[in-house]
């Protein structure tokens, strides 16, 4: 008689224990999986380049070479051509034009350009559209009942659940 009392209270205390637990763990046969994509912009630069011709400057060009040539020239000639005291002064009113005269021979009455190319690069940002993986929608019957859940890996074949056992109120237990 002892025996069945125990039996009795250990069969009891192993039913409250379980029943007293938020649930169990069991698996379900997976029926359907679905991957489930999003589109997401991902911004990229996007550049181009284009080569433009623009004057610059010649080195060299403006410089002080045809003056000094000819201020000497101006200046030899005027002295030759004076006497005297007007020697000296027609000796510098040469030297003057001279070098006048030979600075605009020199620079041809301006300053000297080339054209030379240059790289100009100009960039924008350009939204691309992207569809990536989400996750997987996933169909599983568990003791004939059909379910679906999101998940963000393959589950396989079969998939773990968590089952709960909670007790029917006087209304619904009528309708069963």
């Given at each position: 008689?002892?025996?069945?009392?125990?039996?009795t209270?250990?069969?009891?205390?192993?039913?409250?224990?379980?029943?007293?637990?938020?649930?169990?763990?069991?698996?379900?046969?997976?029926?359907?999986?679905e991957?489930?994509?999003?589109?997401?912009?991902v911004?990229?630069?996007?550049?181009?380049?284009?080569?433009?011709?623009?004057?610059?400057?010649?080195?060299?060009?403006?410089?002080?070479?045809?003056?000094?040539?000819?201020?000497?020239?101006?200046?030899?000639i005027g002295?030759?051509v004076?006497?005297?005291?007007?020697?000296?002064?027609?000796?510098?009113?040469?030297?003057?034009?001279?070098?006048?005269?030979?600075?605009r021979?020199?620079?041809q009455?301006?300053?000297?350009?080339?054209?030379?190319?240059?790289?100009?690069?100009?960039?924008?940002?350009?939204?691309?559209?992207?569809?990536?993986?989400?996750?997987?929608?996933?169909?599983?019957?568990?003791?004939?009942?059909?379910?679906?859940?999101?998940m963000?890996e393959?589950?396989?074949?079969?998939?773990?659940?968590?089952?709960?056992?909670?007790?029917?109120?006087?209304?619904?237990?009528?309708?069963?």
């Amino acid at each position: 008689m002892q025996r069945i009392v125990l039996m009795t209270v250990l069969a009891a205390s192993g039913f409250a224990a379980h029943a007293q637990a938020p649930g169990f763990v069991d698996r379900a046969r997976v029926t359907g999986v679905e991957p489930q994509y999003e589109q997401v912009q991902v911004p990229r630069d996007e550049c181009s380049s284009q080569w433009v011709n623009e004057p610059r400057p010649v080195v060299g060009g403006n410089g002080y070479g045809g003056a000094i040539i000819g201020g000497v020239a101006g200046g030899l000639i005027g002295n030759q051509v004076g006497k005297g005291h007007g020697r000296e002064a027609a000796t510098a009113a040469g030297a003057v034009i001279g070098a006048i005269a030979g600075d605009r021979i020199a620079n041809q009455g301006g300053p000297q350009y080339e054209t030379a190319q240059r790289e100009v690069r100009s960039c924008r940002t350009v939204h691309e559209v992207q569809t990536r993986l989400n996750g997987y929608r996933v169909s599983y019957e568990y003791r004939g009942q059909q379910y679906t859940t999101f998940m963000r890996e393959q589950p396989g074949s079969t998939l773990q659940v968590r089952v709960s056992v909670t007790p029917l109120d006087e209304r619904e237990a009528r309708r069963y």
